[in-house]
Nanobody, 120 residues
Framework: QVHVVESGGGLVQPGGSLKISCVAS????????MAWYRQTAPEKQRTLVA????????KYTSSVKGRFTISRDNAKNAMSLQMNVLKPEDTAVYYC?????????????WGQGTQVTVSS
């Protein structure tokens, strides 16, 4: 099993900053892509926020470009998302997704999510 755990969520005022992180553990040989998704309500679909590849390439959804920065620490199987100039519409549960390979084959694992609330 591959376990993914997010941390760092919380309540922040509009215009503020927050950094969320996740760590993957378990039967991991290598990690290809790591990404952050968010879900604004249980009945809504999760949407991609940012992605970082094993070679450092990044992708962001247009609404967060220039405000969010994704990074990874391969030695720790960890990833972070620095969120600046937060807006109320950024409020969501943020999920860490890890795409990799292990002794059991390829995996695509999700964390439990961390709540980010942007409100005055």
């Amino acid at each position: 099993q591959v376990h993914v755990v997010e941390s760092g969520g919380g309540l922040v005022q509009p215009g503020g900053s927050l950094k969320i992180s996740c760590v993957a553990s378990g039967n991991i040989d290598s990690i290809y892509d790591m990404a952050w998704y968010r879900q604004t309500a249980p009945e809504k679909q999760r949407t991609l926020v940012a992605l970082i590849t094993d070679t450092g390439g990044t992708k962001y959804t247009s609404s967060v470009k220039g405000r969010f920065t994704i990074s990874r620490d391969n030695a720790k199987n960890a990833m972070s998302l620095q969120m600046n100039v937060l807006k109320p519409e950024d409020t969501a549960v943020y999920y860490c997704n890890v795409d990799g390979n292990g002794p059991d084959g390829d995996f695509d694992s999700w964390g439990q999510g961390t709540q980010v609330t942007v409100s005055s």
